[in-house]
Structures are given as structure tokens and as C-alpha cells.
């Protein structure tokens, strides 16, 4: 069995900084694509940012040069670092993980529980 549990989630005021954290754990024999999705109240499940193991990264349009991801492979962990935060930026993030749980077993796809993050004065 695999989990994904965030930390680091908050109040803060605008302009701030947060900086979450997710830790896999369990069965993982490799970990491919790790990432970061939020959802407001009332709106859909959106990508923030996604990083692969080697480092490739990607980013939602809203967030580029004020977020950035990073992952530590041999901890299993992802990192989204949130500066100039916007009231619109609050919602629950979500850590997601594509993970290999055994050399020739399919990969899957794990989520987080979600950690609130709330920009507000």
C-alpha cells in the first residue's frame, strides 16, 4: 500500500509564502511523475505544477514565476514552494504521484489527503 501525505498548508496574507510538503511512502519500487493539483470551492481539480523524476517541470499558466517545484528522489518527496501568494490562490492542494510499487508492475496513481491553503488579510 502506497500514501501521500501533505504538510505545511495555511493562513496566510497576501504577498506571503507557504511551502508545502508530500512524503510517499510504502510499497514504491520508483517514482515517474510527481505533482501538485488544488481545487477552489466551487471549481474543478486544476494542475498547479508537475516535476518528473529526472527533473522536468511543468506549470498551470496562473502560477509560472511565482511557484516552483522540486522533488528529492531518494526521500520520495515533492516540494511546491508558493511566493507572492493571491487570494485566488486559496484552495486545497493536492499531492499526486505516478508510482511503480515493483520492477514490471503497472503504475499507478496516488493521492494525497489535501492541505487548505488560504490567502486572505
Known amino acids: 500500500q502506497v500514501q501521500l501525505v501533505e504538510s505545511g498548508g495555511g493562513l496566510v496574507q497576501p504577498g506571503g509564502s507557504l511551502r508545502l510538503s508530500c512524503a510517499a511512502s510504502?510499497?514504491?519500487?520508483?517514482?515517474?511523475?510527481m505533482g501538485w493539483y488544488r481545487q477552489a470551492p466551487g471549481k474543478q481539480r486544476e494542475l498547479v505544477a508537475t516535476i518528473t523524476h529526472g527533473g522536468s517541470t511543468n506549470y498551470a499558466d496562473s502560477v509560472k514565476g511565482r511557484f516552483a517545484i522540486s522533488r528529492d528522489n531518494a526521500k520520495n518527496m515533492v516540494y511546491l514552494q508558493m511566493n507572492s501568494l493571491k487570494p485566488e490562490d486559496t484552495a486545497v492542494y493536492y499531492c499526486n504521484a505516478d508510482i511503480y510499487s515493483d520492477l514490471g508492475a503497472p503504475k499507478k496513481v496516488y493521492w494525497g489527503q489535501g492541505t487548505q491553503v488560504t490567502v486572505s488579510s
Open positions: 510504502g510499497s514504491i519500487f520508483s517514482i515517474y511523475m
